[in-house]
């Protein structure tokens, strides 16, 4: 936490960026509008958050509060997050569920930090749970999600604690 309250997102808190948008915005430098991304990994949510950039100050509003269908306490759900067009990917990295694949069992909890990502597709103005990955290979201390990516419809997801012999 920072002193005002406010939780880091990526090195700079989250009240330094919308000071950074506003200063821009005054500048008259762009108009766009945009998803800020404010994760929070402690209680496995995600806030959305539409920013329009215009002159003379952008407007911010709430556009979507996402968070994982098997939330679990400290499972870093959102320490690292993707957005393509409608889709968005967010890693979970210490997630313990012990399924491989797509949309396994989210119940189980027989592997400590195995890791997950979960998609998200957006439909207007509203998201909806639409994926949950899990590494073929599961294993504990996997960190499966730990680093995403998304560019049309590929999804990369980063393990980097796999430490198996199984072949790529």
């Known amino acids: 936490m920072q002193p005002c309250g406010c939780r880091k997102w990526g090195q700079a808190p989250f009240h330094e960026m919308l000071r950074n948008i506003r200063v821009r915005a005054r500048m008259g430098r ?3 509008t945009f998803l800020v991304m404010v994760p929070d990994p402690m209680l496995s949510n995600l806030l959305l958050l539409a920013a329009a950039l215009t002159s003379p100050a952008p407007q911010v509003t709430q556009q979507a509060y996402a968070k994982a269908s098997n939330t679990g306490s400290q ?3 959102a320490g690292a997050v993707a957005i393509s067009g409608n ?3 967010v890693g979970s990295t210490f997630e313990d569920s012990a399924a491989a694949g797509v949309n396994g069992d989210q119940s189980s909890n027989a ?3 195995a890791g997950a990502a979960y998609v998200f597709i957006r439909n207007g103005v509203s998201w909806s749970q639409q994926a949950y990955l899990k590494a073929s290979n599961p294993e504990t201390n996997d960190s499966f999600g730990q680093a995403v990516a998304i560019s049309g419809d ?3 997801i980063g393990a980097p604690r796999e430490d198996s012999a199984s072949p790529g």
């Open 30 to 32: 762009a108009t766009a």
């Open 75 to 77: 499972d870093n759900f």
């Open 87 to 89: 889709t968005l990917v």
């Open 111 to 113: 592997s400590a930090n």
């Open 154 to 156: 590929t999804i990369v």
